[in-house]
């Protein structure tokens, strides 16, 4: 069974740092496209960004460049995303999710977690 | 970046009625659409991709059509465990992936 199980969510005050991970299991991890996906609190879904099954391929949203890194680790089966910088709009639960394109061709987010809270605010 | 637009917001039905959802894009996105469903207090789960190929076990109930830049999403006779928010997305021209805004079903 596909599993993927967010952590490290929390309130954090403006200016300040969180490290978000995402445990994967139930697929080969090594295998797949991944994203992170959030949404704020009574708001609709907001892609945040994506990494290549090996890591080579980065992308994220203009909301976000510059302040958040996501990374891999295939040997741990673990997604993370680096969020510095926090802003009060970042308030969101953050979703990881896996892209099946590479058994699909199909560029979507089939599973997602359960998803991890991160409340900016002083 | 393509702007995805959904209508109606809202929508109060009763169970066993037929709906259809529509979703718009700013730009063709070709058929690569993806329609998700979205309980209270839930993650999203895929339920259409290629603007009419259903997920695996999403039920016959749900069907999705169109091409370019308009998209619908018709659930047949609504039961009530389809009372959720439903978010088109379209993947043709990323990033960024967008998403619809979301259309909320209410038990009328």
């Known amino acids: 069974e596909v599993q993927l199980v967010e952590s490290g969510g929390g309130l954090v005050q403006p200016g300040g740092s969180l490290r978000l991970s995402c445990a994967a299991s139930?697929?080969?991890?090594?295998?797949?496209?991944m994203n992170w996906v959030r949404q704020a609190p009574g708001k609709g879904l907001e892609w945040v960004s994506y990494?290549?099954?090996?890591?080579?391929?980065?992308y994220y949203a203009d909301s976000v460049k510059g302040r958040f890194t996501i990374s891999r680790d295939n040997a741990k089966n673990s997604l993370y995303l680096q969020m510095n910088s926090l802003r009060a709009e970042d308030t969101a639960v953050y979703y990881c999710?896996?892209?099946?394109?590479?058994?699909?061709?199909?560029?979507?987010?089939?599973?997602w977690g359960q998803g991890t809270l991160v409340t900016v605010s002083s | 970046e393509i702007v995805m637009t959904q209508s109606p917001a809202t929508l109060s039905v009763s169970p066993g009625e037929r709906v259809t959802l529509s979703c718009r894009a700013s730009?063709?996105?070709?058929?690569?659409l993806a329609w998700y469903q979205q309980k209270p207090g839930q993650a999203p789960s895929l339920l259409i991709y290629?603007?009419?190929a259903r997920a695996t076990g999403i039920p016959a109930r749900f069907s999705g059509s169109g091409s370019g830049t308009e998209f619908t999403l018709t659930i047949s006779s609504l039961q009530s465990e389809d009372f959720a928010v439903y978010y088109c997305?379209?993947?043709?021209?990323?990033?960024?992936?967008?998403f619809g805004q979301g259309t909320k079903l209410e038990i009328k």
């Open positions: 999710a896996r892209d099946p394109t590479v058994t699909t061709g199909i560029s979507t987010f089939d599973y």
């Open positions: 997305q379209q993947y043709n021209n990323w990033p960024p992936y967008t």
């Open positions: 990494i290549s099954s090996g890591g080579s391929s980065i």
């Open positions: 139930g697929f080969t991890f090594s295998f797949y496209e």
């Open positions: 290629g603007a009419s």
């Open positions: 730009q063709s996105v070709g058929s690569n």
